[in-house]
Structure formats: C-alpha cells, structure tokens
C-alpha cells in the first residue's frame, strides 16, 4: 500500500511515517523466493477482469508556520490502501508531532495502518502518540508499530518486518525506520515497505518514499528553517503468473 507521510515539527524533529502495508501469496509451485509476510491467502482465478487499486502514498507534513496538512497541522498524511481481488493492504500512517503551536493544532498523533506512524518530539511539551500497525489487523500481519519520542526527537515508522526506532534522547540523529520486507517476485529480491526516519538533523532536508515502494517518508526538521516532512512513496501491485 501506499506509504505514509513524515511530519514537520515546529520545533525538534517530526516522526517518520508508517510503511505501507505488505502482503503476498505465492503459490507452492512458483519457483521464487517470498518474503517472510507469504500467506495472505490464496485467489482462484479465471479469465475475466479483477479489481486493483494501488494506493497513493501520504503527503508529508507542512513545516512551521505552513497552513494545513489534514486534520492538524504539521502532522503527515496517511496512505492510501492497495487491492487485488480480496487482498487488501492497508496504507501507512503519518508521522506524528508534537506541540509547538497553540492547542490544538499543536499535536498530532501519529497514524495507524498498515504499519504505523512514529510520533513527534519537541522538547517542551508532551511526547507525541505512536502510531500501531496490522490496522485493521490481517493475518499474516502486514507491519510494525512505529515508536514514540523522547526529549526533543522524533521516532521512526514502522516498516513490513519491524517497528521503528525509538528516538534518541539527544544529538542531531535520526532514528531509523522499521525494515521492510524483500520477495524476488520480479526475478530479484527487492525490499519495499520501509519505514520513514524520524527527522534528522537540523536544516536537513526530510527524504521522500520512492515510488512504487510503499516506503515511508522522513520527519522533518525545524530547529532552525522550516522542513516539511517527506511524502510517502506510492504502492505497488505485482502478479507473476504462467501463461502456457
């Protein structure tokens, strides 16, 4: 599914958005090697059309003093839900963030979806909320729960295999986003759905999700210059089948 968007702090670093949510059905004769999220069940098919949606991916999080990122400013936008058939998988959550503004613009919390949005730091005010994964919940489950701030940072995104990380105490780092998953559905392992980094340094510019991956977006930084947050990647849906 789509990937989530980073948000922009006012002041601090914005969380990183949640990846996209992965899923995948190989069959037991399909001579490739899956990702760990294989099984999300299988489809009997027949020659007529089928339904896809690839799902967009989230909006990053307009840095301080920028107007509107919905429903609260600052915080990323969600991505939208990739389906096939009677697969669905949810899109990531925006990173969160956390007060730097008069309530109650000043705090958002980070999304849930697929995998979940990491929440938002500012030093002077309450840590922002992390965003869950597997939302709404599917089995296999299709990503991890993005990590909450601590003093003055922003947490990573949860990606298909892992949540993010937790955000450091001090220091111009970032806190990397949870780790995707790799199938070798296209002949070659590739990894998609990635979590967004938590923001980094000050002044660096916050990176956006690839297209077609489901990556997630960074967090921005504001300590100094307005960064909004990196938008999250678009889905992707892939179908390898035998033609004769």
């Keep these: 599914a789509g990937g ?15 990846a996209g949510g992965f899923r995948e059905d190989k069959s037991p004769v399909t001579p490739y090697t899956a990702s760990p999220l294989d099984g999300a ?8 059309g089928f339904p896809i949606t690839v799902g967009a991916g ?15 400013r600052g915080g990323g936008g969600s991505g939208s839900n990739s389906t096939f058939s009677t697969i669905t998988s ?5 990173g969160g963030k956390s007060g730097s503004d008069p309530a109650p613009v000043g705090t958002a919390a980070a999304g849930n979806g697929g995998s979940g949005g990491g929440g938002g730091g500012y030093n002077a005010h309450p840590a922002g909320a992390r965003g869950t994964g597997n939302t709404p919940p599917v089995s296999p489950p299709n990503g991890g729960q993005g990590n909450g701030p601590a003093t003055g940072r922003g947490g990573g995104g949860g990606g298909a295999t892992a949540g993010g990380a937790d955000a450091p105490t001090h220091g111009a780092h970032d806190a990397p986003g949870g780790a995707g998953a790799a199938s070798s559905i296209t002949a070659s392992p590739v990894t998609r759905s990635v979590g967004g980094n938590g923001g980094a340094s000050e002044s660096s510019e916050a990176d ?20 909004d947050g990196g938008s999250g990647g678009s889905g992707v849906v892939i179908i390898r089948y035998k033609f004769q």
């Design 4 to 18: 989530g968007g980073g948000s922009a702090q006012g002041f601090y670093s914005g969380g990183g958005g949640g």
């Design 90 to 94: 949810a899109g990531g959550g925006g």
């Design 58 to 72: 989230g909006g990053g999080g307009t840095g301080s003093p920028g107007t509107a990122a919905p429903p609260i």
């Design 41 to 48: 069940g299988d489809i009997s098919v027949t020659a007529t």
């Design 208 to 227: 956006n999700g690839a297209a077609n991956t489901g990556n997630a977006g960074q967090g921005g930084n504001n300590c100094s210059t307005d960064v």
